[in-house]
């Protein structure tokens, strides 16, 4: 859709929100969810990149520390042919109708 190419090593990676259900039993957990499942704060601003950043490696090392290790089996891909413009459960967060939707979710958490 923006004619950018993804480079393949971005194709692999870690499905925390499917690891940690897998290691905790928690079904469908968003981020704010799966700290207070760990006993942790949300520190920073919701949906700023960088908090968010930090806010899911605090999630990753409090799961390693209770035996999880993240193991390259484990690692999900998605094929070259995936698009996230025709995928209905993308949601692209430089949109103003999708600002409306963030807006919306955050007031019911």
Avoid: W
Wanted: glycine residues 6%; contains cysteine; hydrophobic residues 30%.
């Amino acid at each position: 859709r923006k004619n950018i190419t993804l480079p393949r090593y971005f194709r692999k990676f870690f499905d925390l929100q499917r690891l940690f259900t897998k290691f905790k039993g928690l079904e469908k957990p968003h981020l704010k969810k799966m700290l207070r499942a760990c006993g942790l704060e949300y520190e920073g601003k919701h949906h700023s990149g960088i908090d968010d950043c930090k806010n899911i490696a605090k999630i990753c090392m409090k799961l390693h520390s209770e035996g999880l290790r993240f193991k390259a089996e484990d690692m999900t891909s998605f094929s070259e042919e995936y698009d996230p413009g025709t995928d209905p459960s993308f949601r692209d967060y430089n949109t103003s109708s999708s600002l409306l939707t963030q807006v919306k979710f955050s007031q019911e958490e």
